[in-house]
């Protein structure tokens, strides 16, 4: 029989709340029970983390690319477990591998990719998200016009199949190249569809969220912004409508006081989540790499096009976590939430558990929100 094993810690974080001198237990089928009080302790391995936090994994839906390489060099297997290596290093524990706006055979290659690692269980592949090519030429941001197109029978096809199969497909598309069936269609098969890259008007956006459309794809950027008359994307995201958000925290891309309305605006049934939107340099010090034949510049946290472009973010997404906690003002828990329960529900559309979880999906990190390392390798 298996000895249970307990962690102490400063606090636990159950996707919620923060639970102050807390700890969790572990048995022969993960959590058991978590909090505080003497049962907890009983018969079993006790070990101290001192003031620590214990924390789920992070879950992280726009990830480009990590450990030196882009799913976009080479949409294969052996590239797709490279990205989550790196990633893993970071907290993170379910991911979205995010293919940029690129060709249809590059596309379905992607898809193809990301099902053997599914198959192959490769550790944090939690599904695929395309982020295009059926965007908006004038909101293309870094991403490359010549590819950018409208969704057509071929495309729907090959989309909807892989919406059935996979674990989760979000797809980033502009009402600009795509029609309102076609988002109705995918998202009754069991697509995420998220507005982004768009131009499109309010009414626009509250009509594709009718037909199925979840949340807008990293708030603020590359989207029709909020006026008095026209609320555009941003107006429909951060209104009564139930779209979720994703939120790039780096503190570049969004400014801390447009990041504090955002979420204040913010309560259920759509919330923020944290993306980290991370290219190749994640996990590792290089100092710029190659998007398809164009060169991306990392220097002091930004990523840019050599004519100053962003071009993704150099994030992960506990300093995502820290940036909301000293730039914005926001709440650790929420803040946690953001990077943990919110994006796992969103793709799950299930409720978020703490019991059962194994060790491997924990992580601890200190009370000034650094990665301190997995739970497993503490005992």
Not at 16 to 43: C, D, M, Q, Y
Not at 48 to 66: E, H
Not at 111 to 138: C, R, Y
Request: proline share 4%; glycine share 10%.
């Amino acid at each position: 029989m298996t000895q249970a094993i307990v962690f102490k810690a400063a606090a636990v974080f159950d996707g919620v709340k923060l639970h102050e001198s807390a700890a969790v237990r572990f048995g022969a089928n993960g959590v058991e029970t978590f909090g505080a009080g003497v049962e907890i302790f009983s018969g079993a391995e006790v070990i101290d983390l001192g003031s620590a936090i214990i924390s789920p994994g992070f879950v992280d839906l726009q990830v480009n690319g990590g450990g030196g390489v882009m799913l976009n060099d080479d949409p294969s297997v052996e590239t797709v477990c490279r990205i989550a290596e790196a990633h893993w290093s970071l907290g993170t524990r379910a991911f979205l591998p995010t293919l940029i706006t690129d060709t249809r055979e590059k596309t379905k290659a992607a898809i193809a990719a990301v099902t053997q690692a599914v198959e192959k269980d490769v550790p944090g592949v939690a599904g695929l998200h395309l982020e295009g090519p059926h965007l908006s030429v004038a909101r293309k941001g870094a991403h490359d016009a010549a590819y950018i197109r409208p969704m057509d029978d071929e495309d729907l096809d090959f989309l909807l199949a892989a919406a059935r199969s996979l674990p989760a497909l979000l797809l980033t598309v502009a009402p600009e190249n795509t029609t309102i069936q076609q988002v109705r269609q995918l998202s009754q098969a069991g697509a995420l569809v998220s507005i982004g890259h768009s131009d499109a008007d309010y009414a626009t956006v509250q009509d594709y969220a009718a037909a199925g459309a979840k949340s807008v794809t990293h708030l603020f950027n590359e989207m029709s912004q909020m006026g008095n008359r026209e609320p555009g994307v941003v107006g429909a995201a951060l209104g009564t409508g139930a779209l979720s958000a994703g939120l790039i925290a780096d503190g570049i891309h969004v400014h801390p006081e447009m990041m504090r309305i955002a979420l204040s605006a913010k309560s259920g049934p759509g919330e923020v989540f944290l993306v980290s939107d991370a290219m190749a340099v994640a996990g590792t010090s290089e100092t710029s790499f190659e998007l398809d034949g164009r060169k991306i510049l990392r220097s002091d946290g930004r990523l840019t096009l050599e004519d100053g472009t962003l071009a993704g973010a150099d994030l992960d997404l506990l300093t995502a976590v820290r940036v909301l906690v000293s730039q914005v003002g926001f709440p650790m828990a929420d803040a946690l939430r953001a990077a943990t329960k919110t994006p796992a529900e969103l793709i799950a559309g299930e409720r978020f558990k703490i019991l059962g979880r194994s060790k491997d999906d924990f992580v601890r990190i200190s009370k000034d929100l650094h990665f301190l390392g997995p739970l497993a390798e503490a005992g």
